[in-house]
C-alpha cells in the first residue's frame, strides 16, 4: 500500500504522526510525507521520505501570535479562536455566528496557511497515486490530494476535536464548504464533509479526554517521539528529593512567542517545597531568569520520555504531547494552559482527576506550588494518573492500526 500523510509545517502537528508513519513502513508500505520544503528536515530527521512541495509560507508572521497581538475580533487573548470557541461555548453556535467565525478562520488562517501546499500535493498525488491520504486536520491541502487522485482519506487529530465538534452546529452559510467545494469541482468532484473531517478520524486520546462527536473515530494508542535526543548522566540518576519537571512545549519557544507563564516566580515557590526541580527551559526563555534558585536544574531539552519517568510531578502547558507523554507514567500534572484548545483539554484532564488546571495568567508561583503541593500529598491524584495510564495503554498500537488501514483502505481491497 501507498501511503502519503501531509502535514504544516508545524512540529506539535507533525511529531504525533510519525509512529504511525513508521509502523506503516516497518509493515512493508509504502510512506511519504508530504510537508513545505523547509519542513523537510524535521521529517528526514525522523527517519521519514520527505515530499517538499509548493512553497514555504509561514503562517506565524502571517498572523503573529505574540501577546501584542492577541484580543482580535476573530482571535482571542485566550483559549480557542472562532469559530472553534463553540467546542467550549455551544451557546455561541448560532448559524449567523458561525458563517462569520469561519470567513473570517478562513481569511487568516486556513488560506494562507493551506495554499502553499495545495497545488504541488495535488501534483505529486495524481502522479503517485497513494491509497491512503493521512493528514493533520488543519492541513486542508490533504484531502483536495485525495480527492484528485482517488485515495481514501482520513484526519490525525494532534488534539482535541474541536474542529468536528464545530462542524456538528448548523450554519447559515459555509464559506469553508465554499472553499474546498471549489477545489473539489476543479479535479471533478464536489463538496462533501469529508473535505473538513475527513472520511475516518484516528484519535489518540483516550476516550476519557476526548470530546464527544458523531464522526468515525479509529483510537490510536499515542507513541512519545519528539525528535532526536540522548539521556544525559544526571537523569540517569534516581533523584534524592521528589522531582517536578517544569515544560512549556516546544511551539512558541521555535516560533519566539514567549511564555504566558511567570517561570521566575514558578521557580522561587517551587523550591519551597523540598522538591528537586527540572526545567527544560531554552537560552532564550532562561536568560531572562534573574536567578536560578538552588535545586533547580535549567536544561534546554531533556527527553520528556526518560525525564517523566523519574518524576512526582509535572507542570505543563498541558499540551497534547507533554500531557499523554507524561500520563504513559501515571505522573499527577498541573497543567497551566493558554493557548488554542489548551484551556478545553486541560479541563477534560482535570475532570479525570489525575491533574490539576490553572490558567496560565493566574498560575503565580504560589498557585503553582500550592497545586503541585497537593498533586504530591494527595494520593487521589496518583491513583486516578494510574487509571488514566492503563486506559492509555489499552488503546490499539501503532502496528495494530497499521494493519486495521491496510485491510481496510488498499486500492482494489
Not at 497581538?69 to 476573530?74: E, L, N, S
Amino acid at each position: 500500500m501507498k501511503v502519503l500523510f501531509a502535514a504544516n509545517p508545524e512540529k506539535a502537528h507533525f511529531l504525533p504522526m510519525v509512529p504511525l508513519a513508521w509502523a506503516l513502513r516497518t509493515a512493508g508500505h509504502e510512506v511519504r510525507v508530504a510537508c513545505q520544503p523547509k519542513f523537510a528536515p524535521v521529517v528526514t530527521q525522523a527517519g521519514l521520505t520527505a515530499v517538499p512541495v509548493g512553497r514555504d509560507g509561514d503562517l506565524w508572521d502571517l498572523m503573529p501570535r505574540h501577546p501584542d497581538y492577541r484580543g482580535t475580533q476573530w482571535r482571542p487573548a485566550y483559549g480557542l479562536p472562532v469559530p472553534y470557541e463553540v467546542a467550549e461555548f455551544p451557546e455561541k453556535a448560532t448559524p449567523e455566528y458561525l458563517e462569520e467565525s469561519y470567513a473570517a478562520i478562513l481569511h487568516y488562517w486556513h488560506k494562507p496557511a493551506c495554499f502553499p501546499m495545495i497545488g504541488g500535493l495535488v501534483e505529486f498525488a495524481r502522479a503517485w497515486e497513494p491509497d491512503l491520504v493521512l493528514w493533520e486536520p488543519l492541513c486542508f491541502a490533504g484531502p483536495i490530494a485525495a480527492l484528485a487522485s482517488g485515495a481514501a482519506h482520513g484526519r490525525i487529530l494532534w488534539s482535541t476535536d474541536v474542529f468536528g465538534v464545530a462542524r456538528s452546529f448548523p450554519a447559515a452559510g459555509d464559506p469553508l464548504g465554499d472553499w474546498l467545494g471549489a477545489y473539489a469541482r476543479k479535479h471533478g468532484g464536489e463538496f462533501t464533509e469529508e473535505l473538513v473531517t475527513g472520511q475516518f478520524t484516528i484519535d489518540q486520546l483516550p476516550a476519557s479526554l476526548r470530546l464527544p462527536t458523531s464522526l468515525e473515530t479509529l483510537p490510536l494508542q499515542y507513541l512519545p517521539y519528539g525528535g532526536p535526543a540522548s539521556i544525559p548522566d544526571w537523569l540517569r540518576k534516581p533523584p534524592e528529593k521528589p522531582r517536578v519537571a517544569l515544560s512549556m512545549g516546544i511551539s512558541l519557544t521555535d516560533h519566539e512567542a514567549g511564555y504566558s507563564v511567570a517561570v521566575q516566580d514558578v521557580l522561587d515557590h517551587l523550591v519551597k517545597l523540598d522538591v528537586e526541580v527540572v526545567a527544560t527551559l531554552p537560552d532564550v526563555e532562561k536568560a531572562k531568569l534573574a536567578s536560578i534558585p538552588d535545586g533547580v536544574r535549567i536544561v534546554p531539552y531533556a527527553p520528556l520520555e526518560a525525564l517523566a519517568a523519574t518524576c512526582s510531578a509535572v507542570v505543563s502547558h498541558g499540551g497534547f504531547g507533554t500531557f499523554l507523554t507524561t500520563a504513559r507514567h501515571a505522573v499527577p500534572q498541573l497543567c497551566t494552559p493558554w493557548d488554542f484548545d489548551g484551556p478545553v483539554f486541560a479541563a477534560r484532564a482535570a475532570a479525570q482527576g489525575g491533574a490539576l488546571a490553572v490558567r496560565a495568567d493566574q498560575a503565580t508561583g504560589e498557585v503553582v506550588a500550592d497545586a503541585v503541593a497537593r498533586l504530591l500529598d494527595e494520593p487521589a491524584f496518583a491513583d486516578q494518573a494510574a487509571v488514566l495510564r492503563d486506559e492509555i495503554l489499552a488503546m490499539p498500537t501503532p502496528n495494530a492500526v497499521a494493519e486495521q488501514l491496510a485491510a481496510q483502505y488498499r486500492r482494489g481491497s
